[in-house]
Nanobody, 115 residues
Framework: QVQLAQSGGGLVQPGGSLRLSCAAS????????MGWYRQAPGKRREMVAR???????LWGDSLKDRFSISGDKGKNTVDLQMNSLKPEDTAVYYC?????????WGQGTQVTVSS
């Protein structure tokens, strides 16, 4: 069973920055991709970004203008740097990993952008 441990998040003012981190458990051999999704109240969960072990990045919407994703395949970690945050970025952010043909999710962390 793969476990994903998230850290980071919290409350930030509009225009501010936050960094989210996620580490997969040692049992996570054969990771095909890691990334981040988010779910705002009353909305569907949506992809923020994914990264493969070879460094290929996939982005949801137009977030790559303000966000960046990085990963360390040796450590099975993925980080999301979020800059120029807007109130509409407020959501629960979930770490994601694709291992073999199975999807795994972190526990979620709240990001609130508000003055």
């Amino acid at each position: 069973q793969v476990q994903l441990a998230q850290s980071g998040g919290g409350l930030v003012q509009p225009g501010g920055s936050l960094r989210l981190s996620c580490a997969a458990s040692d049992s996570a051999a054969g990771i095909n991709a890691m990334g981040w999704y988010r779910q705002a109240p009353g909305k569907r969960r949506e992809m923020v970004a994914r990264i493969t072990p070879s460094g290929v990045r996939l982005w949801g919407d137009s977030l790559k203008d303000r966000f960046s994703i990085s990963g360390d395949k040796g450590k099975n970690t993925v980080d999301l740097q979020m800059n120029s945050l807007k109130p509409e970025d407020t959501a629960v952010y979930y770490c994601y990993a694709r291992v073999g043909d199975k999807d795994y999710w972190g526990q979620g962390t709240q990001v609130t952008v508000s003055s």
